[in-house]
């Protein structure tokens, strides 16, 4: 495991990067009757191929909206969208409609959350595939079919030849989130965005697609965004970890360090809220007070800061002024005013044990 | 599905049981309910300056002297089988489905309906025709631009068309394009022997009726397709279709609008259905011969028989309509499953 969370003055350079998908200072805010919805606001991170990101966050923290505007699937006319976002060195945010349009399916690809709404209840699963992949390759029908075909075979639908005709209300939960995968995955993409993929599944079959998109993801070697609310998720696939709050980053780092030294006091209250059976039970679950803040007025100082039970460990500091993502230990960024010492302690004899 | 298709065939033919019973009653029973006899009745068959002789005669031909339950199991067994009709020495046969004299022309209710039908189906479906296209093209135009200049204007004019009713909008377009652009024809041209004596004159006299009527229908058609349109392009297919970096294009019509059509399909074989029975104001307005202006006539004549056949006819095109559009719903939607 290597900490590969970069520098932050890469940012704004309006230079192609090195990696394969770079994301610098995305801001995506919503302009509505009530005031500007700020959803994701100067958001930075990196991704190679054959690695798997894990964006984690409270509803409301802007990790849905981060993805789709990668996939520039936000509507112009009502969102407003800044920043970089480069792709294999291109960039999208500037990138015209047409050309876009173009690479989704084809380089970057999603799963929805719910599969049950995320297929067109008219076509049947085969002819959602087909036109998925007969969008970006030029092959008629009947290869498209084969292709669609393999394609169920290898995410694990059985009798794949018939099923190919079945409509989506004639799939289980699982087989239709395993076509969506199929569907995802038909034009061989190079990143997969995958938008909370098991939550709307049974636990027995969330451990089976989640192998499955790793499973395929060694396969076809593809970069992965996991976007989540379920830790453990996360710590199963991804090799690093953004934790989001109030549409900004709280921490970056390699999955590693942010379950065993993690520097900020949301990500202390994410883990506390998280239930473990390798424990023994010794108290109720610790859930973080308060709610996620209103994304037309964040507190300031700190988004954080309401919920923050350290908030007065700093005077005013924590209210008054925004802590920035940095480098907190090498490859381990965090954005919180607590001094490194301060919070290892806090960490080591408060938090840990309860946990 | 045969299964499927016969029990719908079963209960239509109850259905339309039901109201001719129901128009029977009103038309022959609620009469001796409130007071007139038999006799009286019978007058209106005879015509003007009736004989005591002539109405006794008429009474026991058209067996208006039996209980009403009587008349109505045969004017049934008249639609089933034929009936005669003893006129003295004179026997008049009518076949099956026999519904009867009309009591002003003393034709076959029947033969009067066929002549008039083919007018109002004209009518009805080069209305339906530009109807839909107008309607559901403008509604999703709006829906996509929803806000914009074209979407307001769009709607308002739509709005209009709702509120207008066609006896306004007609008059004001054959008063602007028949008498003084003198471009179409006016009111009451239509040829006697409609398209097949004399096509010109036919679609000639046929426009204005056809938009005036298309119009009205379009108006609410544009409402439904833009609300369906709305909700539609935020489910989540929508999304999956444009992350799958398919053309807006293809979104919008392969995906958003064959979704939003369903609901509209229902409402068209109600309207469509209803329309065939007669367009009674447009037909009026235009001085078209169809049904519409039949029932008018029939109904300010007391021309009972005739009134109620028109009613079994609008009935039966509903009942018949709305079965085909329930097949076509299987056809549309694969999660419906008839049974």
Redesign the interface.
């Known amino acids: 495991m290597t900490g590969t969370a970069p520098a932050a003055d890469t940012a704004d350079t309006g230079e192609a990067p090195t990696a394969f998908l770079d994301v610098r200072d995305l801001r995506i805010h919503f302009p509505t009757d009530d005031g500007l919805v700020k959803s994701v606001d100067g958001l930075s991170f990196q991704l190679e191929r054959g690695r798997t990101l894990g964006i984690v966050g409270e509803s409301g923290s802007g990790k849905s909206v981060t993805s789709?505007g990668i996939?520039g699937?936000h509507n112009k006319r009502n969102a407003s969208v800044s920043g970089e976002i480069w792709l294999n060195g291109k960039e999208l945010v500037n990138a015209s409609q047409s050309e876009v349009?173009?690479?989704?399916?084809?380089d970057m690809?999603?799963i929805?959350q719910?599969p049950l709404?995320?297929?067109?209840?008219?076509y049947?699963v085969g002819k959602q595939i087909i036109?998925?992949y007969r969008?970006?390759n030029d092959v008629s029908k009947q290869v498209a079919r084969k292709h669609a075909i393999e394609m169920l075979g290898r995410v694990g639908i059985p009798k794949p030849d018939k099923r190919v005709d079945d409509?989506p209300?004639q799939f289980s939960g699982g087989m239709r989130q395993r076509a969506?995968i199929a569907?995802a995955l038909s034009c061989d993409p190079e990143l997969l965005i995958a938008d909370e993929p098991t939550t709307a599944l049974d636990v027995t079959v969330q451990a089976q697609i989640l192998d499955l998109i790793r499973d395929l993801q060694q396969e076809f070697n593809s970069a992965v965004i996991m976007i989540t609310h379920d830790l453990g998720v996360v710590a199963e696939l991804s090799d690093d970890i953004l934790v989001m709050y109030a549409g900004r980053a709280a921490e970056y780092a390699a999955v590693e360090d942010a379950f065993h030294a993690p520097l900020h006091p949301y990500t202390w209250g994410l883990l506390g809220s998280m239930p473990r059976l390798d424990r023994e039970r010794t108290e109720r679950l610790q859930p973080i007070e308060g709610s996620p803040p209103s994304l037309i007025n964040v507190p300031s100082g700190c988004a954080f800061h309401p919920r923050c039970p350290y908030v007065d460990l700093n005077g005013d500091k924590c209210t008054t002024e925004r802590p920035e993502l940095v480098e907190v230990v090498p490859g381990h960024k965090a954005a919180c005013h607590l001094p490194l010492e301060k919070k290892r302690e806090i960490w080591n004899d408060e938090i840990r044990p309860k946990l | 599905m045969l299964a499927y298709i016969i029990r719908r065939l079963i209960g239509a033919v109850l259905m339309l049981l039901l109201v001719s019973l129901v128009t029977f009653g009103i038309f022959f029973g609620l009469p001796k309910l409130a007071g007139q006899t038999t006799d009286q009745l019978a007058a209106a068959y005879v015509g003007k300056a009736p004989t005591a002789e002539a109405i006794q005669d008429t009474k026991e031909r058209l067996g208006l002297d039996k209980p009403i339950v009587v008349q109505y199991g045969n004017y049934l067994k008249g639609i089933v089988a034929g009936k005669d009709y003893k006129a003295g020495p004179v026997t008049d046969h009518c076949p099956a489905p026999c519904l009867g004299y009309s009591y002003r022309s003393s034709q076959p209710v029947l033969q009067t309906l066929l002549d008039r039908a083919p007018a109002t189906v004209s009518l009805a479906l080069g209305a339906a025709v530009i109807w839909l296209i107008g309607g559901i093209s403008t509604g999703v135009i709006s829906a996509l631009r929803r806000g914009t200049l074209w979407d307001r204007t769009a709607m308002i004019i739509a709005l209009s068309g709702v509120s207008l009713p066609i006896y306004f909008t007609g008059l004001v377009s054959l008063a602007l394009f028949s008498y003084t652009l003198k471009i179409f024809p006016g009111g009451g041209s239509y040829p006697p022997a409609g398209i097949t004596g004399d096509p010109v004159t036919w679609f000639q006299s046929l426009v204005l009726p056809w938009v005036t009527l298309a119009f009205l229908y379009a108006a609410m058609y544009a409402r439904l397709t833009r609300a369906g349109m709305l909700e539609t392009m935020n489910e989540d297919y929508i999304r999956t279709a444009r992350a799958k970096g398919l053309p807006e294009k293809t979104v919008v019509t392969k995906h958003a609008l064959r979704a939003s059509l369903t609901p509209i399909l229902t409402i068209f074989g109600l309207d469509l259905g209803l329309l065939l029975g007669g367009a009674v104001l447009t037909e009026n307005t235009f001085g078209i011969p169809g049904l519409g202006q039949l029932a008018i006539s029939s109904i300010n004549g007391g021309d009972l028989p005739m009134v109620l056949g028109i009613t079994l006819i609008t009935a039966t095109s509903i009942v018949g309509i709305n079965l085909i559009v329930d097949l076509l719903y299987a056809v549309v939607d694969p999660r419906v499953r008839l049974s």
């Open positions: 789709l996939l699937l349009r173009r690479l989704r399916g084809r690809a999603m929805f719910d709404s995320a297929m067109h209840p008219f049947t036109e998925a969008v970006h409509y209300h969506m569907m």
